[in-house]
């Protein structure tokens, strides 16, 4: 039996149950035992003082990359858990497109043990859609979920194949899980910057928006033709917003994510051939930004997920060409939320609690993303005013590369609780 | 504060065109002038940079650029070291980074770089204290072409504000293509370029560049035009069905010359596939002013290198003399 804890004195953000305002929380037994006003703790209860600070459901990533097995030099299962406990995650979904990639249900049992061993935030794996991600033949999905995948993608890679990803929302329905796709048309791919006039000047190849809606466009297509569920991951060009609209509005099992830095930031980054801008989806235009940004407002785009993904600095300090794709996001998302959401007026604090964890939770039929009563004590605790600098010398994961070192962030997590143990605490 | 205008012309690089002033770019073509007559004695060499150690670093093959550059340096009697990828330390595995590192501890003064990548030049020239001369990155800049470019356009015509220059075929692979429309849009002239939608960049229009997808229209319209070399693997990456077809389409040809409305002047960057973006009897024609291109080349080359080495704009007679 682990001992009562009292959270006092904070105030209570829970969009699940339209609660905010001041409310202590009291967890008992890896749960949300009350939460309300004034509360007395059991004897013997462990009083945490909270004041000042806010509490909400843990938030929820459905996008990682965790790279454990095989890429342990850019970052391991434990890095990653840990990265996300700092950033004010409780729950994150990995990525299969591991080497080997985790296309098997043994490959699935090793990412739960690495993440138990972790002790860091609760790591769900994500089985691998073909095998070995190659796109051609689908994998044993019945055993993956069996071995605990809570979805299948080849992320990293689009299902580029059309009968697949047929044959994939449909036979996934009888598993109950999503097939996220990495919407990229590959023979319109090929670039490593968003198409434009940025690419053009730097001589830069290009990746048009339409390689992304194209492919959108044909998945909402299957995803009506099969009733199976489609997960779009990291939108970033206006017409696959123009195509999920279109999908929501005919009622489609459709959901999508968008990226703190597809929120926030444009394809000008890369010029000065910055690698840190360099991801795929590419950074786009203000025009895109606006279109995810009001698609997320509106509840076209559902969530905002991370897709963190780690490289070396000696994998970034290349010729653009040659750097691979990727933005480490677990530690600053949440301040780069606040900061480009909350802080302008665009998303109530409530609002992005919503898209960051109660709305995962609730696309995916997760425990997560509540506070209320007999729910899993998923806690974050944070100070909403805090500014703070993002300097990557402090983050936990095992790489430092992002476009937005020296920015100043707004709102900064202090606590993480998992099950009701405080598992990250800042000093 | 009035600050004078520093005298030392360029910074530590030159990396490419856009960005620089119309003084700076005139201030270029100005000091080639005087170095145009050096290739022209018996005895090509003057010790303006002399005991200087300068490394062509080629990634990728060149001919033209890499000898023009050499012809530059010695010249202007620089000691000169050239390196090509094949049989490089490039093949086994090191950075671009640590093979000029490596260099640098050789005790070198500049490096002439061409590489595959676009922003290598930048690249190398963020990270090393010599000087770095961009002789071609990728599909970026290919900053000394297009100022021998608009040196030999000045030549022709005297002048290069108000001149309307039109660059042909292939634009989206094109580094020649970029530096020109930065430099010849500085120096206060109209851009246009020519090709199949196929071969025009999206958003090109942003730099300040008109497009016509016939070639009739450009020669109707413009004062020069700059015709690049058709790449033949265009072709197998599908982006235009034959060179023969696009030889019909948009290859510069006498027939099509003649309904111009001005002696349009020729400049090709090499090297030309006659017969497909070019003609022989344009090339070769009155025109063309392809030739004095190459020979301004080595002109253009030694201003450079005299400038990043310290060089005054307007110094470079002086220099000549003193170091005679």
């Known amino acids: 039996m682990s001992r009562p804890m009292l959270l006092r004195g904070g105030r209570v953000v829970d969009p699940s149950q339209g609660l905010d305002g001041p409310a202590d929380v009291l967890i008992e037994e890896e749960v949300i035992a009350a939460v309300g006003p004034a509360l007395q703790g059991p004897d013997g209860a462990e009083i945490v003082d909270v004041s000042g600070l806010v509490l909400s459901p843990g938030l929820i990533d459905l996008h990682v990359h965790l790279r454990e097995p095989g890429g342990e030099h850019k970052e391991t299962i434990h890095t990653g858990s840990h990265a996300a406990l700092a950033g004010g995650f409780t729950t994150v979904w990995a990525m299969p497109n591991t080497d080997p990639p985790i296309d098997d249900p043994a490959a699935v049992g090793y990412v739960r043990l690495a993440a138990r061993a972790a002790r860091g935030t609760r790591v769900m794996p994500i089985g691998a859609a073909s095998i070995g991600q190659k796109g051609e033949r689908m994998t044993e999905v019945g055993e993956l979920v069996k071995a605990g995948a809570v979805a299948v993608s080849d992320d990293g890679a689009p299902v580029w194949d059309t009968g697949l990803m047929r044959r994939l929302l449909e036979y996934t329905q009888t598993f109950g899980i999503p097939v996220l796709q990495h919407a990229e048309d590959r023979s319109l791919a090929g670039g490593v910057m968003n198409e434009g006039a940025v690419a053009t000047a730097l001589g830069l190849r290009g990746l048009p928006n339409a390689a992304e809606a194209c492919v959108v466009a044909r998945d909402v297509q299957l995803a009506e033709l099969t009733g199976g569920h489609l997960h779009v991951c990291h939108v970033s060009a206006r017409q696959s917003v123009e195509q999920l609209r279109l999908a929501k509005e005919k009622g489609l099992p459709v959901t999508a994510e968008v990226t703190p830095h597809h929120l926030t930031l444009t394809d000008e980054m890369c010029r000065g051939y910055n690698t840190e801008a360099k991801v795929n989806p590419p950074l786009r235009t203000a025009e895109d930004v606006e279109a995810v940004t009001q698609a997320l407002l509106d509840g076209v785009i559902d969530v905002i997920a991370t897709d963190h993904a780690p490289h070396t600095y000696e994998e970034k300090e290349q010729e653009f060409d040659y750097a691979p794709f990727g933005i480490n996001g677990l530690e600053t998302a949440f301040g780069l939320c606040m900061r480009a959401l909350v802080q302008t007026g665009r998303l109530s604090l409530s609002e992005l609690v919503d898209r960051m964890s109660c709305a995962p939770a609730r696309i995916m039929g997760l425990e997560g993303g509540t506070l209320r009563r007999g729910a899993p004590a998923d806690i974050v605790v944070f100070d909403p005013e805090e500014r703070w600098t993002v300097d990557p010398a402090d983050f936990r994961s095992r790489s430092r590369n992002t476009p937005i070192a020296g920015w100043e962030l707004i709102g900064r997590v202090h606590r993480t609780l998992v099950g009701g143990e405080i598992r990250f605490a800042r000093n | ?324």
């Open chain 2, 1 to 324: 504060m009035n600050q004078p205008r520093p005298e030392v012309a360029l910074g530590k690089d030159l990396v490419g065109l856009e960005g620089l002033s119309r003084e700076t770019i005139t201030g270029i073509l100005d000091t080639a002038e005087p170095f145009k007559e050096i290739s022209e004695r018996a005895i090509k060499k003057v010790p303006v940079l002399r005991g200087k150690t300068i490394v062509n670093l080629f990634f990728e093959p060149s001919t033209r650029t890499r000898i023009s550059f050499e012809f530059a340096e010695k010249r202007l009697g620089a000691d000169t070291v050239n390196i090509s990828s094949s049989g490089s330390s490039v093949m086994k595995g090191e950075t671009l980074v640590d093979t000029a590192r490596n260099l640098e501890a050789m005790r070198i003064d500049m490096v002439v770089i061409r590489h595959a990548s676009s922003g290598a030049a930048r690249f190398l020239a963020d990270r090393i204290p010599s000087n770095v001369i961009n002789g071609g990155d990728g599909q970026h800049e290919h900053p000394t072409q297009a100022l021998l470019d608009m040196l030999t356009l000045r030549d022709r015509l005297g002048r290069i504000e108000g001149l309307k220059v039109c660059i042909v075929g292939d634009i989206v692979h094109s580094r020649v293509a970029r530096s020109n429309i930065f430099g010849l849009r500085a120096l206060g002239a109209e851009v246009a370029v020519c090709g199949p939608r196929s071969l025009i960049p999206y958003g090109i229009e942003e730099l300040g560049v008109e497009t016509f997808y016939h070639i009739e229209d450009a020669i109707e319209w413009a004062d020069a035009l700059n015709i690049l070399r058709l790449q033949l693997e265009r072709m197998q990456t599908g982006f235009i069905p034959s060179l023969r077809e696009y030889n019909r389409v948009f290859g510069v040809t006498r027939a099509r010359l003649e309904k111009a409305p001005r002696d349009t002047v020729i400049l090709h960057p090499g090297p030309m596939n006659r017969g497909v973006e070019i003609d022989s009897a344009v090339a070769d024609g009155p025109q063309s002013v392809i030739l004095p291109q190459v020979t301004n080349g080595v002109a253009v080359r030694m201003a450079v290198l005299y400038l990043l080495a310290g060089g005054v704009f307007g110094g470079a007679e002086a220099a000549k003399q003193e170091s005679a």
